[in-house]
């Protein structure tokens, strides 16, 4: 399998096209600024609940339009404290995925101050304090 | 009463309350020459206070709900209300989930449903027809 | 001066999330842009956790009906690589059809609207005229106007047979016709230029970072295509060019956008003519998937659309995220409209492709005298004329 390395960082190709990292919190934003540098957006940060590992995955998949493959950065939080630096200063398109991951699984993006609770999910559920996409939301 | 004023020129207020655009350009070629629906005198109102048949589309989400009542409320009477498509008369696929509502006639009186997913735009040209002839009968 | 608050929406179908533009200006110049959303969601991804496999086809579809058949097509080419099936090259051929004449009726679809809000009604009636005759094609094809549902877990559910074929290579040459023509009424009408040009710049290095996607992207000069970069279905067989702009304005994407219209007449057309013998019709569908997960990515007409996929095999997806391209698109481009004229707003706003309706709405608020009144979008773009 091939591999990339990107300032120290090595990414592991999964599929034709998907290189991988998996890293811990406390890098993102590091990672980050090396990725925008390699002429990338930010596809989508894609947060998955793992009750049974008490953990909420993060994957955050940039598109680099010089390498033109896809980057994942894969992180892990735990559930009761689900937080991650922001990297909306960095990438300021982040705002969307942070905003939605922020009222659909509460993590908590530290350092972006427009995170708030219905910005998707109805208010019924929200003073409910309910995060919908978690997998006992009962929802 | 007042209703044979809307029979000649009935104005239609078009409502999206959560639907997945399929209805909602099916409406807007419904109301393009290509199916003439100015020779039944239907017109697009551009304002609730204006529109004599709102036409609803979509699943109800919550947040639109509360809009679709408050709509409902500043259009003046004789009013009445089509709900087009799968999704407001039923919910369609996306019954039971939970930001939505999943039918029209839980938040508005329903007189005429016009069934598909989408409806062609004959059929909302068709739906439209019956609820002004159920007018002209006086019902 | 008076500073204005003026909510945009919400009865009006941008994206998958109907939204609500909160715009406040002072006097005619935009200050502040905040985009507000909630109003469409639907909460498809919790749903597709609770479907099979195969439903899960369908609730994809129905994420967007302009763009149903790229949703299907990420969703089952992310499924079909966990289940382990590959499509015959034939019902790959259909689908990129499939795909290709929805973006022709889907860019047709904005040109039109764009005309009406600037308030070109004869445009907008002809090119939706034109439109159907895509729509046509599309029936032809799928048996339904709308939803193509064509898709199925390892092919297509419908063949194209040799009268089909036919029938939609005669009325392309109409379409082509007709594409060309309204490309030039948007490349010199004066009107056009005059309300599209250099309104709602983006350069490339703000494309970039504020992760811009699509006929925006590349309005920005940035060539970044899905079908070109990451090939799917029968893209890496057919030759296309991909239609890049460098001046960033509005006047741009939408040249963009006609231009990728004719592109993909090109490809339907080479599709048809080189169309793979052989079954494209699967007798049957695996219903199970393995563990593991993917992320599907397809260029649907506003933009790359991307799909993570996880699967802990069993009957049910464990997690299906979903991201459009108007979600990026609109919640990204806030800043855009500052420093713009109120009545550019609905301009920049509709240049993001951001599905459509004539029936949006706008609430004007003038705080100093506390008067609150409706105006629509068309209004709103001829603010300050009348
Ligand atoms: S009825 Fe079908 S086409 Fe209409 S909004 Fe619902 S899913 Fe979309």
């Given at each position: 399998m091939a591999e990339l390395s990107i300032g120290g960082y090595t990414f592991r190709e999964v599929e034709p096209r998907r290189y991988v990292v998996s890293v811990d919190p406390g890098r993102l934003r590091e990672l980050a600024e090396l990725i925008v540098r390699e002429e990338s957006y930010l596809s989508t940060i894609s947060a998955v609940d793992l009750p049974k590992e008490n953990a909420i995955e993060l994957n955050y998949v940039f598109w680099s339009t010089k390498h033109r493959v896809a980057l994942i950065v894969k992180t892990r939080v735990s559930r009761e404290r689900p937080v991650v630096p922001t990297i909306v200063d960095i990438v300021p398109g982040a705002l969307g995925g942070e905003l939605e991951a922020y009222d659909l699984l509460g993590i908590v993006f530290e350092g972006n101050t427009r995170l708030r609770r219905g910005f998707l999910v109805p208010e019924d559920l929200v003073s409910k304090g309910i995060y919908p996409l978690r997998k006992d939301a009962g929802v | 009463m007042g209703v044979s004023v809307i029979r000649y020129s009935p104005w239609i207020m078009h409502f999206n309350a959560g639907a997945c655009n399929g209805c909602d350009i099916e409406v807007l070629a419904a109301l393009t020459p290509f199916f003439d629906p100015e020779r039944l005198g239907v017109r697009l109102a551009p304002n609730p206070r204006h529109a004599d048949i709102i036409l609803v589309t979509g699943a109800l989400n919550k947040k639109a709900a509360e809009r679709l009542r408050r709509l409902y409320e500043q259009t003046p009477s004789p009013k009445y209300v089509i709900a087009c498509g799968a999704c407001a008369i039923?919910?369609?696929?996306?019954?039971?989930?939970?930001?939505?509502?999943?039918?029209?006639d839980r938040v508005v009186p329903v007189d005429v449903y016009v069934p598909g997913c989408p409806p062609r735009p004959e059929a909302i040209l068709y739906g439209i027809k019956k609820l002004l002839d159920r007018v002209a009968r006086g019902g | 001066m008076a500073v204005v608050e003026i909510p945009i929406g919400p009865q009006h179908p941008a994206l998958h999330e109907p939204i609500m533009l909160r715009v406040r200006a002072e006097g005619e110049e935009v200050v502040e842009v905040a985009v507000n959303t909630g109003y469409n969601h639907r909460g498809i991804e919790k749903l597709m956790e609770r479907n099979s496999w195969v439903r899960g086809m369908y609730l994809a579809g129905r994420v967007c009906g302009i763009c149903n058949a790229v949703h299907t097509q990420v969703y089952v080419q992310g499924v079909e690589k966990l289940m382990g099936v590959e499509p015959p090259p034939r019902a790959n051929y259909i689908r990129t059809i499939v795909m290709e004449l929805e973006r022709i009726h889907s860019h047709m679809l904005i040109s039109a609207v764009m005309a009406e809000i600037v308030g070109f009604d004869t445009l907008f009636m002809l090119i939706m005229r034109d439109r159907e005759r895509v729509m046509y094609l599309k029936e032809l094809v799928t048996g339904n106007r709308v939803h193509a549902d064509i898709h199925i877990l390892g092919g297509v559910k419908r063949d194209i047979d040799e009268v089909r074929r036919d029938r939609i290579l005669s009325e392309l040459r109409v379409i082509e016709e007709r594409l060309k023509y309204y490309r030039k009424v948007f490349e010199e009408d004066y009107t056009l230029l005059k309300r599209l040009a250099e309104v709602g710049r983006i350069r490339k290095s703000e494309a970039l970072s504020h992760c811009l996607v699509g006929p925006t992207l590349r309005g920005s000069g940035v060539k970044s295509d899905v079908r070109f970069d990451d090939p799917y279905a029968a893209y890496s067989e057919i030759p296309f060019d991909v239609v890049v702009r460098d001046e960033g304005d509005s006047w741009a994407r939408m040249v963009v956008r006609l231009e990728e219209a004719l592109v993909s007449v090109g490809i339907v057309r080479y599709a048809l003519e080189h169309?793979?013998?052989?079954?494209?019709?699967?007798?049957a569908f695996p219903r199970a998937a393995k563990v593991g997960e993917v992320v599907s990515r397809v260029e649907a007409p506003r933009g790359e659309l991307i799909y993570h996929i996880v699967s802990t095999?069993?009957?049910?997806?464990?997690r299906v995220k979903i991201r459009t391209p108007s979600f990026l698109n609109i919640i990204n481009?806030?800043?855009?409209?500052?420093?713009?004229?109120?009545?550019d707003v609905p301009v920049i706003f509709s240049s993001y492709d951001p599905c459509i309706s004539c029936t949006e709405r706008v609430l004007v608020v003038d705080e100093k005298k506390g008067v609150r009144r409706y105006v629509s979008l068309r209004e709103l773009a001829r603010w300050g004329t009348t």
């Open positions: - | 039923s919910g369609g696929v996306f019954t039971d989930s939970y930001p939505v509502i999943s039918r029209a | 169309l793979p013998q052989g079954p494209a019709v699967p007798k095999g069993g009957g049910n997806p464990y481009t806030e800043f855009t409209y500052l420093g713009h004229r109120l009545a």
